[in-house]
């Protein structure tokens, strides 16, 4: 039964580990596609250094998302993920300063799944690999 539980366990860090990755990989590659959109909304929310910011955001969610996916260091990628989450839901879904109430109900609402995002985030730094805990 132990033995048991223990491979449900390690597949769910394992999926969970890769659905992570996804979310920060396919959103990069948009930024990618969409980079001067994505480039205009940044200056819209008032995002410093939007050309040198906006090519460190798409590296760093493609390459840790990618390092998430196959993992590869993930705590330290997690970790990374983690804070760029934070730093972008501040910049990018400050509801704060939204006046529109259907508008500030909308980024309340991405403000807030970023944080559910962030907490996976921290819980995958925090946790041992598979590897690790199957001993």
């Not at 539980?5 to 580990?17: D, E, I």
């Not at 992570?20 to 995002?47: D, H, N, R």
């Not at 590869?72 to 879904?93: D, E, N, P, R, W």
Request: charged share 10%.
């Amino acid at each position: 039964m132990d033995q048991v539980l223990t491979l449900t366990q390690r597949g769910c860090l394992w999926v969970g580990r890769g659905l992570l990755g996804l979310y920060f990989i396919i959103p990069g590659i948009s930024k990618i596609t969409g980079f001067a959109a994505t480039g205009e909304a940044m200056v819209a929310q008032g995002v410093p250094l939007v050309p040198v910011l906006l090519v460190v955001t798409i590296a760093i969610q493609i390459g840790c998302g990618a390092s998430l996916l196959v993992g590869f260091k993930t705590q330290f990628m997690a970790f990374v993920l983690a804070g760029l989450t934070l730093i972008i839901s501040l910049y990018m879904h400050d509801f704060w300063n939204v006046e529109d109430a259907g508008a500030r109900a909308h980024e309340t609402q991405n403000f807030v799944k970023n944080l559910a995002i962030m907490a996976g985030l921290m819980y995958a730094a925090g946790v041992s690999s598979p590897a690790k805990t199957s001993r």
